[in-house]
């Protein structure tokens, strides 16, 4: 699939956008969060390990955690990613 180009506007949003995105992830608190979700997810496991190794675990229920796992790290790498392309940005222009 060919890239689009995109004009000068559309541009200048998606950089402001992804410098707001970034700043997220500089924020003091980023870090506190980015704990209390790994926190989640290993309390996720942990109840999905516990039904498995009881009465069972049916395939949907896995299916929902598994989601649940999966949009919780997803959510949390969407700042990261924009700082991390901002950086790519910033390196490419020197």
Same mark, same amino acid.
């Given at each position: &699939?060919?890239?689009r #180009?995109?004009? &000068?506007d *559309?541009?200048r949003?998606l950089l402001l ?5 970034a700043? @997220?992830?500089?924020?003091p608190?980023?870090? #506190?969060l980015c704990a209390?979700v790994?926190e989640? @997810?290993? *309390?996720?496991k942990r #109840?999905? &390990?516990?039904?498995? &190794? !009881?009465? !069972? ?5 896995q299916a929902?955690?598994? !989601?649940? @796992?999966?949009g919780l790290?997803?959510?949390?790498? @969407?700042p990261?990613r924009?700082?991390n392309?901002?950086q ?7």
């Amino acid at each position: &699939m060919p890239r689009r #180009v995109i004009s &000068m506007d *559309e541009r200048r949003a998606l950089l402001l956008r992804r410098s707001h995105l970034a700043t @997220i992830a500089e924020l003091p608190d980023w870090d #506190v969060l980015c704990a209390v979700v790994e926190e989640d @997810i290993d *309390e996720i496991k942990r #109840v999905v &390990m516990a039904q498995a &190794m !009881g009465t !069972g675990i049916s395939p949907e229920e896995q299916a929902f955690h598994r !989601g649940r @796992i999966t949009g919780l790290r997803a959510a949390l790498a @969407i700042p990261t990613r924009a700082f991390n392309d901002q950086q790519k940005e910033a390196a490419a222009s020197e």
